[in-house]
């Protein structure tokens, strides 16, 4: 029996890891420029936590979660998403005490079960980052310049931002009633899932992929127009940042976001590159959370980033060349094989990035080795080099030879190639 990764899972192979590091790189870099700091939190939860805030009646919940029974009885649930369980801590570990608005990420894999298609995984990986206490419009601002420093540092072109409000719960009830009259006059050319969703919850049907719908939409009240005085305040003061902030950004206010605690701002980072337009970011503000939790009543902004997505976007459009070791060292011979291994380990604690073969074969094939490895320089010794006191220090570039002096031949090496 020969095991296979189960259906929607997937390997992570070295050759692709360099553009994992650099999307985790930037991110942590930036965050830290930012003042978030990391949480990690486990991907295992009661049922009942994402059930309570992503809403009963989304896809996420009703059909795309793993949720099994423990040997206790207890219905748990490996994460759809990040922001519940950050939630979650957050209110445990009573990170509210602490004074200022509370900033933190946290990177790593959630799980739903979709029906699998390029790019998409039922265990796939996101970034996300939350900021606590601050009603906004200024961290929301912020969030958004986070956001787009981020995708841009990443290396991702034709970049598009979408913003929306959804109001609040003052205000967007009475959208919501409109909406809801509206659909009942376009019914028939919904697709099932939007008619029943038009009856429970009828902002879904903007998340409907389906052209019929999305047609039948056109003509749907604008979210915009339904705002509260508080929430008009809120987005226009937030357009006046963003302008300032030199941040552009395009209005669309189909962009309502599928879970049901956000309020107020919602947004979306595109691009447009490669002549198709994905979305790789999401974010958005969801001011009740917290409280509906058992927690105080905070509001709360945040983003989570597709890093599959992410990396896809990358590798198709750039090389990011791997760095080979700063050194080879191919040894003939059982006494070079052992002082090898000790200059080998001297070196490493130096930082110099030392290869060598544990069972090496003749002098060609370790020469093959380093070259395919891209090593910069190659050190070769054998039972005559040690015997002269000398060994060869070869540069794989320029193909030029050197001897080098074996007493002290550690901190001569370190000179050459850690200068
Ligand atoms: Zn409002
Ligand atoms: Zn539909």
Redesign the pocket.
Known sequence: MVYTTIKGFRDILPKEMPFWERVEAEARGLFKVFGFKEIRTPVLERTELFARTIGQDTDIVSKEMYTFQDAKGRSLSLRPEATASIVRAYIQNRLYHESGSQKLFTIGPMFRHERPQKGRFRQFHQINVELFKDPGPRSDADIILLAMTLVKRIGLKELSLILNSIGCKECRPRFRDNLKGYLVSVRDQ??????R?AETNPLR?FD???E??KDALKEAPKILEFLCEDCRIHFNTLRDYLETLGIDYLIDQSLVRGLDYYNRTTFEIQSHALGAQNAVLGGGRYDGLIKQLGGPDEPAIGFALGMERVVMLLSEALEIETDGPDLFIATLGKEAEKEALVWAARLRKEGVRVELDYSPGGLKAQMRRADRLNAKKVLIVGEDELQRGKAVLRDMDTKVQEDVEITGIVEKLVQVLKP
Not at 190 to 195: I, K, P, T, V, Y
Request: hydrophobic share 30%.
């Open positions: 919904l697709c099932s899932d939007c008619q969703r049907v409907c992929k389906v019929a719908c």
